[in-house]
């Protein structure tokens, strides 16, 4: 009995065994779902943007046999889109539900190009005062990163950098050649053309002196070769040289001028230049006034019985010669009689008495001593001309006219009627005789433009004075 029972457990166990191994080998011996790819068996794969990608293959392996089944792949991937992308591959064989994986990533590995605009070498003081000439940068995949780019000062070059979105790097560089050539600039403080009295004191009003590459220029030079006690244009050089021996120079010109008369110095009025203005005071008298004193000019207005009182004062007082020119300046009324050409004058005559406390005995005819305005009443130029004279006036016609009263009054706009008037004065002047320039200050482009024919004029050396007892009358040829 006893060797029955132990018969029987043996097979039990033995059966058991049997049970355990298959279990255990139905449990570890499974078929495998492999990923193929390129012949190989993967779980990643790297491919590049907008490459061409199959799906991989697989195989299923069962006892290093090949076996035959339908594998459903799930999943997608896109070529066009950096990224990574999961398929997943399933079957089911007898028992068994297999499943495998595999990561396919799609990477860029085109790196952005940088292009540099400009030269890929320049010159400058320094790298960091290099101007920068531009850049952009361009990705395969993310497009337009120039404001990415990042920039690196070094001494001798900048180098531009930048990564695009799958980290690939780019670095171009630009070269800069550490050289000044450039010389300092200089900028001249107050005016570039100083008019100066003869005798005066030449002050200097300086300048500012600015480098591209030196933060100061100490190596000035000034030629100043300025003689104020000799008239004439004077030139006054300015050299500045910076460390690099880079020079440059600006030049300011000095016209040292004696506007009073040659006459008693001379004894000549040949170049003198009387200045003459008729019809005011008016408006633009003190205008006028301001630029003569700015120069220190004197000059002679015949005035009429128009404006303010305060304007003949101060022709006065500043020096200039008030002479008579007519009360009305009405060619009928002044014109009509010799008794009515005297009242006229006496009526402006008084006035100015009163304003200076002495009687003017210079004087323009209305029209001048040529006018034919008068003809109305024949022969009466050819009296009065006589008359006033026998009652010791001194009549003065003119020999040089701006036109301010005649032809630059058709010019449309004021700038053309300044160098209309301009013109005629330049053209009208000479050194080979005395001027006597008619002028008038009821004209608003006359007042505006006289300081340039002043300048104009002292530039050329003329000398300029005011009308006297003295000085040689300046008569037209008598017309009626
Ligand atoms: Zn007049």
Redesign the pocket.
Known sequence: MKGKLFKENIILLIILIFLIIIFFFLLFVRPKLLIIYNNQEVNSINIELNESFKNPTYKIKYLNKNISSKVKVNGSVNTSKVGSYELTYSTRIFIYKLENKVVVNVIDKIPPVITLNGNTESNACSSNSYIEEGYNAIDNYDGDITSQVTIENNINERIYKVKDSSNNETKVTRKINITDNEGPSIKLKGEENVYILLNDTYKESGYIIEDNCDSEITNIKIDNKVDTTKVGVYTITYTATDSSNNQSSVKRYVYVYNPKTSQNMTGSEKGVIYLTF??GPSTYTTKILDTLKKYDIKATF?V?SSGSDSAIKREFEEGHTVAL??ST?NYSKVYASVESYFKDLETVQNRVKKITNETPTII?F??GSSNTVSKFNKGIMTILTNEVLEKGYHYFDWNVSVED?GGCTKKKTTSEKENCVYNYFVKGISKSKMNVVLM?DVKSYTASKLDDMIKYALSKGYTFDKITMDTTQIHHKVNN
Do not use: N
């Open positions: 008729d019809d015949f009429t020119h007519t300046h323009r209305p029209g009263a008038h």
